[in-house]
């Protein structure tokens, strides 16, 4: 079963390899979905300061049931923060806010600021250095167990690892059949680094996508169910969001594997158009 497997991070650290997404899931409904996906079995969850659903996550962390230690939590530091004494205050914040006294993995959510994102005249190199700088002291000084990055490209990670005395452990980023960064997730992986995929059904564009519909039929499993087996071939850690206890479990539901044949079809489809989620950064808009 999927949600009793495993990757192993660069520093032995284990991270369950299917994880609950919590984009748009306000902070008073989130408690209840974490219950929900903890009930199903799911061991990774997946939030951000950016989200405002922390403190939700955290109170749905404390009343699921089952030993903290059992669950895996995720949050990011917010892209605004670009300075050390900046994000390390963040880090505390995001720690408060969970009601949590360890994050097992804190990553920088973007190399830039949102309204900045995808500004390739200002990568903001010299402030994720500071940032990163404030995520290896919080990871040395115990307060968290694995520190990453999320969106961050080639040259983003250069720029980390040029100064770096802790490795990034992962890297997220938007990952889908018809979207998929291979290059960029070989170059993650010649690092040591973990890529994970998010939006692995597109924000829902996959769900219309004739062809990827037709496969799904052909292995008699959902587009979802498809979409998120895809990233999993690839070596990729899925982080679909839902609120559904339904959705969640036919998620995790991935007892079938896609040929190589299929594999090689699947990747070389291409989606572009992503609906109403065009307006956010990283589908290449702008909010």
Known sequence: MILQDTYTLANGVEIPKLGLGTWMITNDTVAQAVVDAVALGYRHIDTAQAYQNEAGVGEGIRTAG???EQIFVTTKLAAEAKTYDEAAAAIDGSIEALGLDVIDLMIIHSPQPWMKFGDDEDRCFEGNREAWRALEDAYKAGKLRA????????????????????????????????????ELIEYATSKGILTEAYSPIAHGALLGHDAVSAMADKYGVSVPQLSIRYTLQLGLLPLPKTANPA???SNAALDFTISDEDMAVLKAQRVVDYGEANMFPVYGGKL
């Open 247 to 249: 959705h969640m479990k």
């Open 66 to 68: 089952i030993p903290r």
């Open 147 to 182: 520190i990453g990055l999320s969106n961050f490209n080639e040259a983003d990670l250069d720029n980390i690892l040029s100064s770096a005395t802790v490795t990034p452990m992962v890297n997220q980023v938007l990952a889908h059949i018809g979207n998929t960064p291979f």
